[in-house]
């Protein structure tokens, strides 16, 4: 069962911009090997400064992801941003249904 999803991914803000959204399509790229599927446009939200400073860092590039996938077929995904370099934080969360209702995503879940 496919089921909704949100990912957030903070990439190392000492890249080059064209670096940093070249994680854009390696992560869509390995959700889709996974047998999900990204739902709608990745939002690519820039250099953001942090809160508080990160490994002695102040800026991060933020990408926000609604997606599908079935339950356990993002583990290797997550478990290749933690040993990836220029992966600073990620989040992975499973909607709520009446969240992904709201964000128009329940249609494509079933």
Not at 16 to 29: F, G, H, L
Not at 53 to 71: R, T
């Amino acid at each position: 069962m496919q089921r909704a999803y949100e990912l957030m991914v903070i990439i190392d803000g000492d890249l080059e911009d064209t670096a940093a959204r070249a994680w854009i399509k390696s992560v869509t790229d390995s959700i889709t090997a996974a047998g999900g599927s990204v739902h709608g446009k990745p939002d690519w939200w820039g250099r953001r400064q942090y809160a508080y400073p990160i490994n002695k860092k102040e800026y991060g590039y933020y990408l926000v992801l609604n997606l599908f996938a079935a339950g356990g077929a993002l583990d290797e995904l997550e478990r290749s941003f933690r040993i990836a370099d220029d992966i600073v934080r990620h989040k992975l969360i499973r909607l709520p249904d009446a969240e992904a209702e709201r964000r128009g995503m329940s249609g494509a879940a079933a």
